[in-house]
């Protein structure tokens, strides 16, 4: 594979009780940005819905390290959408027996991060380190 490939994760949070245009403000603020000015913007902002983003973004990179192998410190915010979510119809009680209608409602919030593929030891790498291992404990046993 070559190195300069850029590989793309994505992480869904679906139904936050929030409505789209709350979630996305704080969205747009760190869309396109790197992974790690991502999160600390979010953590200095003083919006109910920063904390839904910074999960989302969060769980993105960690699917792209853990499950992808890619470098944690090449992340890049690729896609940040939010978009409405499933609504719930609800009547608030009003003056001479009326019911006025109204909605609850929802969001869903995709992140996409890109970056690259963690830089592989080579296999000889590895021989020589466990080869270091394997003397180790032969050395401590000749002392004693």
Do not use: C, W
Not at 127 to 138: D, I, L, Q
């Amino acid at each position: 594979m070559a190195e300069n490939t850029m590989y793309t994760v994505r992480a869904n949070i679906k139904g936050v009780d929030q409505t789209p245009r709350k979630v996305s403000l704080v969205a747009s603020l760190v869309r396109g940005r790197s992974v790690a000015d991502a999160l600390v913007i979010l953590d200095h902002t003083p919006k109910r819905a920063a904390l839904v983003v910074k999960k989302a973004i969060a769980s993105a990179a960690a699917n792209a390290t853990n499950n992808h192998g890619l470098d944690g410190k090449t992340l890049q915010i690729k896609t940040l959408s939010v978009t409405a979510g499933p609504r719930i119809k609800r009547f608030k009680p009003a003056s001479r027996g009326r019911a006025l209608p109204f909605q609850k409602r929802s969001s869903h919030v995709l992140v996409e991060v890109a970056g690259l593929e963690k830089v592989k030891k080579k296999p000889a790498e590895k021989k020589a380190v466990a080869a270091e291992a394997a003397a180790k404990p032969a050395a401590k046993k000749e002392e004693k």
